[in-house]
């Protein structure tokens, strides 16, 4: 998120005015954060309500225990998440206390799942916690995106790489070899990234053998901006508690687009070649999301 800024000014009394030199006493108000709005309790302030106007969180949780089965609308999401962009109704939908995706037949990326941007207060260190599951009959494909991640800066993705200094972004893929294995390994867009698509590093969760259908696998992420063009940021992935990364990162070396500004949440297939695609509707469940933010 960038931080937009808009002048509150008050013009003194006449009375000043005519003893002295005019003059206009200004401040800049910058756009607020906040927790989710089940966090506020019902006695919040006006200026609290204010903020929650803006839809921009720092922290939050969401478990769908409360939802009944059904479509998980646009509306839903972003009194969750906050603004939230690119979410597809007909796509998500509650099952059984979780989010349920849909990934359509015969299609990749933004034609196949969701591709949901969510704005959150700027910041240098972040956490989310989720848990996902494929479903029993899940068709691995060649793999995709999955899951909760997060956008530094102009936020890099789909193929454009963080060369340039000014943005990069983590998140985490499914993919199956030639020879049926099928992992998880991360995805990670950055100022030294080797190649023009994300980088995983060689890392596999788990490191041999493949997921299994039907399981619940629990993802802790952690992020931390670098300064300048120091390779002083973090990037941690825990899979069910085993490290799958955890390294020190160069995300950027424009110190104005350093901080972490959006979430995303991409659920899809893909790559962008047919031997990506499924020929049969596939679905991802998700549970228990935690997003904190631990610096500013």
């Known amino acids: 998120m960038k931080i937009s800024f808009r002048p509150n000014c008050l013009q003194y009394p006449t009375l000043l005015f005519v003893l002295s030199i005019p003059f206009i ?18 006695s919040a302030t006006a200026s ?17 225990n409360n939802y009944a089965a059904g479509v998980y609308s646009t509306t839903a999401a972003t009194t969750d998440f906050g603004n939230a962009s690119g979410w597809v109704d007909k796509r998500a939908w509650i099952s059984a206390g979780t989010l349920r995706v849909t990934l359509l037949p015969k299609a990749l990326s933004d034609s196949c799942g969701i591709l949901a941007n969510i704005d959150i207060a700027d910041g240098s260190e972040y956490e989310v916690d989720y848990d996902v599951r494929f479903h029993s009959l899940f ?36 993919y199956q070899t030639t020879q049926g294995r099928v992992y998880f390994q991360p995805y990670l867009y950055y100022k030294d990234q080797p190649g023009q698509y994300g980088d995983d590093f060689g890392a596999t969760y788990p490191a041999t053998g493949s997921l299994s259908k039907g399981k619940w696998y629990h993802v802790h992420m952690y992020i931390r901006s670098n300064t300048g063009s120091d390779t002083n940021g973090r990037a941690l992935i825990t899979i069910n508690g085993t490290t799958l990364l955890n ?49 500013q």
Request: overall charge neutral; aromatic content about 12%.
């Open 25 to 42: 006493s200004c401040k800049k108000e910058a756009v607020a954060d906040a927790t989710s709005p089940s966090a506020i309790p019902a």
């Open 48 to 64: 609290a309500a204010t903020v929650l106007a803006t839809n921009v969180y720092s922290s939050w949780t969401v478990n769908w």
């Open 139 to 174: 068709d691995w494909s060649r793999g995709g995106k999955l899951g909760f991640g997060f956008l530094v800066g102009d936020g890099n993705t789909g193929g454009v790489p963080g060369w340039d200094g000014s943005g990069g972004s983590m998140r985490l893929i499914w």
């Open 247 to 295: 390294t020190a990162i160069r995300w950027t070396t424009n110190d104005s687009e350093r901080l972490v500004q959006n979430m995303c949440f991409h659920t899809f297939r893909g790559g962008g070649t047919a031997d990506w695609e499924s020929s049969t509707m596939g679905y991802i469940y998700y549970d228990n999301l935690i997003v904190k933010r631990l610096n």
